[in-house]
């Protein structure tokens, strides 16, 4: 059965890091256990203060598909 983490237990469970030691060595599992944790983390703080963000200039990079049709549209 998987347990399911909280929002505040963002690490690995023992038997994960367990694992990474095992097959990887303490020193890089431990390197690869802290640093999902920390990715987690900051996944975490992104979702916190996530916002929408609406374009205001048209992006000259990205052809509007829907400007597009409409020039080769005729009236």
Known sequence: M???M???DLGLSYS???ALSVHLGE????EIATLLQKMA???EELKKNKVSVTQV???KSRPDPLLQSLENESF
Request: net charge positive; hydrophobic share 30%; proline share 5%.
């Open 41 to 43: 983390n900051q996944i």
């Open 27 to 30: 020193a890089a599992g431990n």
């Open 16 to 18: 994960a890091r367990k």
């Open 57 to 59: 200039i048209p992006d």
């Open 6 to 8: 909280k929002n505040d």
């Open 2 to 4: 998987a347990n399911k």
